[in-house]
């Protein structure tokens, strides 16, 4: 184009606008307050002049258009315009019961998806009776044992419509089956659910610690369902890559950007060789990513994911279609930004790092609540989260134009380094043979490390100022008094259901169903030995979450993490 056309821009936007923009308008009408704004600015718009043609040229190669490769300027032709990024709370506590009664409070509030937090023992595959789990049932998050509670947590909620995310990785693949089965008796084909699992297991032995088995199985059992998930469960993410944990143990941005690319690059290769073609799955690869404090280098980091993932899929995997190119994230804003002291500040915390988000393109978002430093939020303070997402959706004019930070110098240039660096990082990766390798090495846990521990001594320092922590501290400062406690009762209560449910149950189906999980265990990692099916029928059977994970811990072990200094 470069030469032809002193101003190439120009039919290219016409182009742009004429075909996808009016193609999206058409499905999704712009909602009618935006008409007063124009939907999208350009170097045209900059000056009295049009701008060079090199410039142009720079605008077509690495920003392009909403809904257009590379993607930097966003997923969609009309962005907010048309609609709002999904607003979540993330919740879940105690038991099933309690968990639906707080997830139906949250959507009559207006919130548009769940977001579900497991507890502990849920996290790492024990069940509630195991003595293990002691203290830890439904603490910090719901206790899920079999699929008669995923039947509770989900009662009255309307499965075809609602979609579910669940941060749960290394018993993924057991709670999506709980879902698949929920949806069975209640009449939703598995091809109707809408949501995501993390099934992130790479980011645990990083960053987060809730795996089970080492990392090679735990790629395999990961793979395994987003295979299954492309035939069978379409509609649904099979894996939600998360930088989130990763930034929140301590890295920077662009590690956060980098360490999780790789991971995905990681999986990718394990299900092209169980022979799912890339376009086949690549676009329902979901991403949670961690908004923190320095608002423009967010803003940028989402625009630089976005070019990031995109060339790497056209240009490394051959990837055809938009849609497998196009990085679609949730994101939750930083947990490990919460302060305990003067907890209200963080309100103000999350809406700033709520509208770097927004102003980054992200489509779906759930803030992490003023009062979490101190122990699960309270129904207030889920609200107040709920609300501040939609204020910025409604008051403030940032949801009216697209990509409005475009052609910041500070923004593009951050954008640029972003992706650059993040680039070298995935470059070092392969070159130690993978994600893989730099987790069993150690590597990757040690950069982490080091960069949290420069950010812990600026902190110490003073050079990092947190406000109410060390500058302008409030002596004598009293806690809230309306901090949740769960209730003790859970433990005994979900103890007595799991006791009921084992004296109940067919015991001949349960273990016939064990039996088959476990061949399948045993066999070759393939196409032919995808471990969903057997699953999906040990949940069938009302075998425990428990007893699904033992099969693989007797047959795969648990993995030992090397020692980071």
């Known amino acids: 184009m470069a030469g032809n056309n002193p101003q190439p821009l120009i039919p290219a936007l016409v182009a742009w606008q004429t075909g996808d923009l009016a193609k999206s308008i058409e499905r999704a009408p712009e909602r009618p307050e935006t008409n007063a704004f124009q939907r999208l600015h350009t170097p045209l718009d900059a000056g009295p002049q049009p701008p060079p043609e090199a410039d142009q040229q720079w605008y077509l190669e690495m920003l392009g258009f909403p809904g257009q490769y590379p993607f930097t300027r966003g997923v969609q032709p009309t962005m907010y315009r048309s609609r709002f990024w999904t607003m979540r709370q993330y919740a879940g506590y105690g038991t099933a019961a309690e968990a639906n009664e707080r997830f139906k409070y949250l959507l009559s509030q207006g919130q548009t998806g769940l977001s579900v937090a497991f507890d502990l023992a849920t996290q790492i595959g024990y069940d509630s009776d195991d003595p293990l789990a002691a203290g830890e049932v439904g603490q910090a998050g719901v206790a899920i044992d079999s699929l008669a509670d995923m039947e509770a947590m989900l009662e009255g909620i309307p499965l075809d419509k609602v979609s579910i995310s669940m941060t749960i990785n290394a018993p993924a693949s057991v709670l999506l089956a709980m879902v698949i089965a929920a949806g069975e008796k209640r009449g939703v084909p598995a091809n109707k659910l809408t949501g995501t699992i993390q099934n992130d297991i790479l980011k645990e032995y990083v960053a987060r610690g809730t795996y089970i088995f080492p990392p090679g199985p735990s790629v395999r059992l990961a793979a395994d369902t987003i295979a299954y998930c492309a035939r069978e469960v379409p509609r649904w993410n099979a ?11 301590g890295s920077t941005a662009a590690q956060e950007m980098g360490f999780a690319v790789a991971n995905a690059m990681a999986y990718m290769d394990a299900v092209l060789a169980r022979g799912v073609a890339i376009d086949d799955f690549a676009g329902r690869i979901s991403w949670i990513f961690n908004t923190q404090n320095n608002f423009f ?3 940028a980091k989402y625009r630089a994911l976005r070019r990031l993932w995109a060339t790497i899929l056209k240009e490394q995997y051959g990837a055809r279609k938009p849609a497998s190119m196009t990085l679609r994230t949730h994101i939750q804003t930083g947990g490990a930004t919460l302060t305990a002291q003067q907890p209200l500040n963080n309100i103000a915390r999350a809406a700033f ?57 500070y923004v593009e240039s951050l954008t640029d380094a972003l992706e650059a660096e993040a680039r070298g990082l995935i470059a070092k990766i392969q070159e130690l043979g993978g994600s893989v390798k730099a987790i069993e090495s150690g590597w990757m846990q040690q950069q982490i490390a080091d960069s949290a521990w420069r950010a812990q001594q600026a902190i110490e320092s003073g050079e990092q100022v947190i406000v109410g922590v060390n500058a302008y501290q409030t002596p004598d400062e009293e806690r809230p008094v309306g901090i949740f406690r769960p209730d003790p009762q859970t433990y005994r209560t979900q103890h007595a259901r799991l006791e009921t449910l084992k ?7 349960v273990q016939a169903a064990l039996a088959k999980l476990r061949q399948t265990a045993q066999a070759p990692a393939g196409p032919d030995s995808n471990l969903m099916p057997p699953i999906l029928d040990a949940v069938r059977a009302y075998a425990t979450l428990g007893e699904i994970c033992g099969v693989l811990r007797q047959e795969w072990g648990e993995y030992e993490p090397p020692t980071v200094i």
Do not use: N
């Open 239 to 249: 894996i939600s890559v998360s930088g989130y944990h990763i930034r929140d143990a």
């Open 503 to 509: 004296t109940t149950r067919d015991h001949a189906a």
């Open 297 to 299: 280098e967010e803003a």
């Open 353 to 409: 790092q709520a509208l770097a988000s927004v102003l980054g393109g992200i489509q779906s978002m759930a803030l992490s609540c003023y009062d979490e430093a101190l122990a699960l939020p309270t129904e207030e303070a889920q609200a107040t989260a709920l609300r501040t997402q939609q204020i910025i959706a409604h008051e403030i004019g940032a949801t009216e134009v697209i990509d409005p930070l475009a052609g910041s110098y």
